[in-house]
């Protein structure tokens, strides 16, 4: 084929970062000249040493060094101050303002040095705990860079062009070689390979595909060629789903998170406030000089300042966020993942989710002698008739029974009588038990065990009269009963809702050990169902795959959508599971629990830092040099407890 290339300059990199209004995180990207300004004032407060002791040479040095250092301390902490003050309408500080004020009040009682010192150390670290925050952001964002541009379109007259993936159409067809990137989603026509799914499901083994299968964009084609027709349009594929899922992460917080910011500026007010009473009060309280009583002052405004606080809980959360992403599992928000720990009902849909979603063949029985040319031709003829049903359970016949010798039939379908056919002078029904007259006891006996045991049957006659039957059953999923095993070590509530009859429902129900199974329940009742158990157990979650589980997912506290299930539930859900694979939703909240811990460990050592700094201060046994190593060092620990939850989740 002759192949002809397109150049596109625009090439689909226009990917929507914005992540809403919420400005409270201050997500700023400095870029790198106040990291220059930072080396410039790190070698200057060096030189400064060099200098004579308390020279105005070295003074100079120490101010500049703190101006260029703290460039982005003192800029953030003004200008950031002023316009979150104007947006919200009332005084609202940040903890950078605290750290200018302690620095610029130890340059006035003359510590020029350890003024220095803390903004230098407190700017080290403020570019640290970005770069922390950042891996675990840049552990998701990769997933954008992976994005296709490109497609081999395939023309009119057989030649190949190479096209931005903006101008694909559903319904082109397109070529896909060896080692390529799929360009977007689509279904084989022609060929046989093998695919890194890893961007869409986290499975890092290929999935092998042929003819009629699926292919997703941005995924990567094994060493198989293959054809493909277009199915979606490049906004709608699967692929930018996950982006858009990933964006949604990074903006929404925890409701930790989202809490701690909420009360810095509070914290901070207070701060301001406490201050210069204490100050005030040195001289009287503790008979410090007014000159020791600023200094202790200066020391407690460091000692005080929330910065490991703040920092508790957003590297932790995106963090898991990331664990989570690579593993495919896709949360919307850290605020969702938190309030995964604390469910206390889990609602299931049961066709996809709790099962497999479709029917096969678990049990049979011919009226012949077992192994007999009469129960291999018996086969033959249901082989041959079921091939003209189109319908699911005709599905499942067929996978179960393999014909020995292919039969042309001529097939009826009729209403309220089945399959019909002729074949050697007799004629052969497949249908319901209900449709059919003359039916053996021990047909009959089988029948009604395999109808208590929630599967569905049906009868094969030969003129009229039952000599066999085949019962059927959506099995659960392999994993179903593992999972549900671990919610109720986790005194977790297990409910599955289902359309179907309360006995299908039942037999599914025991087979998993779920705790209570709802049936012959209607689309639009699976959220109310839903409310009641959050009047009766508290927080719930909902798994869900389909059109008519959106409802409920949205009601639920957490809505969880299969992977493998319909754009609707998919967009409506708080999270998704990228392969249908239950015990991802284990995973994840095993790791929702352990975020929730990690949160409460840098809370609990930020604030006892805080304590024992400022009671140290009381007692005279802390200088501003010990108190800015002490902070930032707590700060730095706070972070990479955080960073931790990068690493897998024991399961």
């Not at 989202?258 to 810095?264: A, S």
């Not at 409920?552 to 299969?562: H, R, T, Y």
């Amino acid at each position: 084929m002759e192949t002809a290339k397109e150049h596109d300059h625009n090439h689909n990199h226009d990917h929507d970062h914005d992540h809403g209004d919420d400005h409270s995180g201050h997500d700023h990207s400095h870029g790198k000249f106040p990291i220059v300004l930072f080396f410039t004032g790190l070698i200057l407060f060096g030189m400064a040493f060099f200098t004579g002791e308390g020279s105005l040479v070295q003074n100079t040095l120490f101010i500049s060094a703190m101006l260029l250092s703290g460039y982005h301390i003192i800029f953030e902490g003004i200008s950031d101050t002023i316009t979150d003050t104007k947006r919200l309408r009332k005084f609202t500080p940040n903890v950078h303002i605290l750290m200018t004020l302690a620095a610029v009040g130890a340059m006035i009682i003359g510590n020029f040095e350890e003024g220095a010192l803390l903004i230098v150390i407190f700017a080290g670290a403020h570019f640290l705990e970005e770069y922390a925050e950042g891996r675990s952001k840049r552990e998701i964002t990769n997933l954008l860079n992976m994005n296709p541009t490109e497609a081999r379109l395939i023309q009119a007259d057989g030649s190949v062009q190479t096209v931005p993936v903006s101008r694909l159409h559903i319904g082109d067809k397109l070529q896909v070689l060896n080692g390529d990137q799929i360009a977007t989603d689509g279904v084989i026509l022609s060929g046989a390979t093998s695919i890194d799914e890893s961007s869409i499901n986290g499975e890092s083994i290929p999935r092998e595909k042929t003819i009629g299968d699926e292919v997703f964009g941005s995924t990567i084609n094994g060493n198989g060629s293959f054809t493909m027709e277009v199915t979606k349009e490049a906004s709608d594929t699967v692929f930018v789903k996950v982006m858009q899922l990933v964006n949604q992460s990074q903006s929404n917080l925890s409701k930790t998170a989202t809490k701690i910011q909420k009360i810095e500026p509070i914290y901070v007010i207070a701060v301001m406030i406490i201050v210069p009473i204490f100050i005030a009060l040195g001289p009287t309280i503790f008979n410090w000089s007014w000159n020791e009583s600023f200094y202790r002052g200066m020391v407690f405004l460091i000692s005080a300042s929330p910065c490991a606080l703040a920092a508790s809980a957003v590297s932790a959360t995106l963090s898991s966020i990331s664990n989570l992403a690579k593993r495919g599992v896709l949360f919307k928000g850290g605020s969702y993942l938190a309030n995964l720990a604390e469910i206390k009902s889990v609602a299931f849909d049961k066709t996809g989710t709790l099962t497999k979603g479709k029917p096969v063949v678990t049990d049979f029985h011919f009226e012949t002698v077992e192994g007999s040319n009469l129960e291999e031709q018996l086969i033959n003829i249901v082989v041959a008739m079921e091939k003209s049903a189109n319908h699911p359970l005709a599905d499942a016949i067929l996978q179960k029974f393999q014909a020995t010798k292919e039969i042309d039939l001529d097939v009826a379908n009729e209403i309220g009588k089945g399959l019909l056919s002729h074949y050697q002078g007799n004629t052969y029904q497949i249908g319901k038990p209900e449709i059919f007259n003359q039916v053996p006891l021990k047909i009959e006996d089988y029948n009604d065990r395999y109808s208590r045991a929630g599967k569905t049957v049906v009868y094969v006659a030969k003129d009229g009269y039952v000599i066999g039957l085949i019962a059927m059953m959506d099995v659960p999923n392999e994993n179903a009963r593992k999972v549900v095993s671990y919610l109720k070590s986790q005194n977790i509530h297990t409910t599955m809702i289902t359309g179907d009859a309360e006995l299908t429902g039942q037999a599914v129900g025991r087979q998993i050990g779920i705790d209570e199974v709802i049936g012959n329940v209607l689309p639009e009742n699976k959220a109310a169902i839903v409310d009641d158990q959050q009047a009766r157990f508290g927080t719930v979650s909902m798994l869900g795959d389909g059109v008519n589980d959106a409802p409920a997912l949205v009601k639920a506290d957490i809505g969880v959508a299969m992977g493998d299930g319909t754009d609707i539930a998919i967009d409506v859900a708080d999270a998704v599971l990228m392969q249908n694979d239950l015990t991802k939703f284990s995973y994840a909240h095993k790791t929702a629990k352990r975020l929730d811990r990690v949160v409460w460990q840098n809370i609990g050592f930020s604030m006892l830092i805080v304590l024992m700094l400022v009671t140290l201060n009381i007692l005279g046994k802390m200088d501003i040099t010990l108190g800015i190593i002490a902070h930032e060092g707590s700060t730095l620990i706070v972070i990479f407890n955080g960073l931790r939850l990068l690493l897998p989740t024991k399961m």
